[in-house]
């Protein structure tokens, strides 16, 4: 973490054009603070309150992203931070981090067909009803984020 952190602000000195090392500072924790909400959005709603597996008994990996992940509706400030991909193609993301926004929103139909035909769920859900869910389950769910990001879990 340390050598992003100093990464980023030599970039902003010695990139950037920035004239001094306060306002390099700055900007750099204007961006982190202005990307910090899409990053935990993706995170959390996206991903937590669905399924979770064992590392020993877990499913094929079209189960596990077809259970594990969700599309949300389209919003422009998220896909202006992270692309549509992460946002109301994230199922397709996740089957095929590879792609493109472009190709992911192009995929996205097939990929819905093709699980709904092997009965698989699609999971799309929207920002109120995920919430909702978050505020429901808030403590529980700040828990398990405090386990997986305790250094030594994995």
């Known amino acids: 973490m340390s ?3 100093y990464s980023q602000y030599w970039l902003f000195l010695n990139v950037s054009g920035f004239q001094s090392p ?3 500072l700055a900007c750099m924790l204007l ?18 309150g669905l399924p979770m597996f064992s590392l020993d008994k877990k499913p094929r990996r079209i189960h596990m992203m077809s259970l594990g992940v969700l599309n949300l509706p389209r919003q422009p400030v998220l896909d202006w931070a992270f692309g549509h991909s ?5 199922v397709e993301h996740h089957l095929f981090p590879w792609l493109s926004d472009h190709m992911c929103l192009k995929v996205k ?4 067909k093709f699980l709904h ?3 698989l769920p699609y999971n799309e859900d ?5 919430f909702q869910l978050f505020l429901s389950h808030y403590e529980e769910f700040m828990a398990v984020i405090s386990t997986v990001c ?4 994995y």
């Open 109 to 112: 139909p097939l990929v819905s």
């Open 126 to 130: 929207s920002y109120l009803a995920r």
């Open 22 to 24: 306060s306002s390099a």
């Open 31 to 48: 961006a982190r603070s202005l990307l910090a909400h899409p990053y935990l959005h993706v995170n959390i709603f996206q991903h937590i």
């Open 150 to 153: 305790t250094p030594g879990f």
């Open 117 to 119: 035909d092997k009965q």
């Open 3 to 5: 050598l992003g952190l």
């Open 86 to 90: 992460l946002i109301s193609c994230h």
